[in-house]
């Protein structure tokens, strides 16, 4: 059975930084591609950021590019999002998901969800 398990999340000031961490189990992480989405509160899921499955090419959504990094380490079957300079709008619930074919930045691409992290980013 595939699990995803999100942590790392929290309450922050703007300008501050948080990493979150995906563990992933029940599955061959090395050949999935693993994503970041996030749901504001009263808004529809959001692309946050993709690395494919050898973290050779990675994406990310347009509000996030220059201050998030996403990362995985293969060794302990976790993906990351270093999340610098944080703003309030950034404040939401962030899933990891994993993917069974191409990188993508469309949800409807991912398999596999974890549960969430709440993020929230005071002003």
């Known amino acids: 059975q595939v699990q995803l398990v999100e942590s790392g999340g929290g309450l922050v000031q703007a300008g501050g930084s948080l990493r979150l961490s995906c563990v992933a189990s029940g599955l061959t992480f090395s050949i999935n591609p693993m994503g970041w989405f996030r749901r504001a509160p009263g808004k529809e899921r959001e692309f946050v950021a993709v690395t494919s499955r050898r973290s050779d090419i990675t994406y990310y959504g347009d509000s996030v590019k220059g201050r998030f990094t996403i990362s995985r380490d293969y060794a302990k079957n976790t993906v990351y999002l270093q999340m610098n300079t944080l703003k309030p709008e950034d404040t939401a619930v962030y899933f990891c998901?994993?993917?069974?074919?191409?990188?993508?930045?469309?949800?409807?691409?991912?398999?596999?969800w974890g549960q969430g992290t709440q993020v929230t980013v005071s002003s």
């Open positions: 998901a994993a993917g069974t074919r191409g990188i993508t930045s469309k949800d409807t691409g991912y398999d596999y």
